[in-house]
């Protein structure tokens, strides 16, 4: 069982916006900027979406953007496209110097 | 560019030893910046950091607690790459296993490699 909360599923029409959130709890997430988002097409290894919250490494469509909340973190994809739909977890670096994982997000393009 | 290239078996027998390597292109084991990991992915356990190394004037190493006891995770300066051991396997273990390069400036996995499917049957 992961240590991250995330919904199993989400979904939206193009040109929509999605949010897909992420909890943890005050003495991770809340404590720390070290949240992390991965998209991962079917089939396909992850890739870096989001790094330290909120921050998109170079390539990645301004569509998407990250925030935080006490000890939930939210992944918001604006604009929403068909290439889009994908898994999409969230990850942690926690203060015992090990990484975590949520469970994953099935995003459905309707 | 950085690449990471992953080899070994895609089969292993129950009680055996899992074996991957990962080979490094446009940075270095050594590099101060980066923590080589290895992290699995299976529909029952979703995605698992198993560990990492990474080098600060001398290498260290961390371990996830489900798997402390069997793992090891090497560098080898000499090929640029590092590698992962599991041993004592069972069919709990089969998942696709990646490496990845851990950015300590992003505290983020910026670099994965292709992925290897191991199946742990006899």
């Known amino acids: 069982q992961s240590a991250l909360t995330q919904p199993p599923s989400v979904s939206g029409s193009p040109g929509q916006s999605v949010t897909i959130s992420c909890t943890g709890t005050s003495s991770d997430i809340g404590s720390y900027n070290r949240v992390s988002w991965y998209q991962q097409p079917p089939g396909t290894a992850p890739k870096l979406m989001i790094y330290e919250v909120s921050t998109r490494p170079s390539g990645v469509p301004d569509r998407f953007s990250g925030s935080k909340s006490g000890s939930t973190a939210s992944l918001t994809i604006s604009g929403l496209q068909a290439e889009d739909e994908a898994d999409y977890y969230c990850?942690?670096?926690?203060?015992?110097?090990?990484?975590?994982f949520g469970g994953g997000t099935k995003l459905t393009v309707l | 560019q950085v690449q990471l290239q992953q080899s070994g078996p895609g089969l292993v027998k129950p009680s055996q030893i899992l074996s991957l390597t990962c080979a490094i292109s446009?940075?270095?084991?050594?590099?101060?910046?980066?923590?080589w990991s290895w992290i699995r992915q299976s529909p029952s356990r979703g995605l698992e950091w198993l560990g990492r190394t990474y080098y600060r004037s001398r290498w260290y190493d961390d371990y996830a607690v489900s798997v402390k006891s069997r793992i090891t995770i090497n560098p080898d300066t000499s090929k640029n790459q590092f590698s992962l051991q599991l041993n004592s396997v069972t069919p709990d273990d089969t998942a696709v296993y990646y490496c990845?390069?851990?950015?300590?400036?992003?505290?983020?996995?910026?670099?994965w490699g292709q992925g290897t499917m191991v199946t742990v049957s006899s």
């Open positions: 446009g940075d270095s084991v050594s590099s101060n910046s980066a923590a």
């Open positions: 990850a942690l670096y926690t203060s015992s110097s090990t990484s975590v």
């Open positions: 990845a390069r851990y950015s300590t400036n992003w505290y983020a996995f910026d670099i």
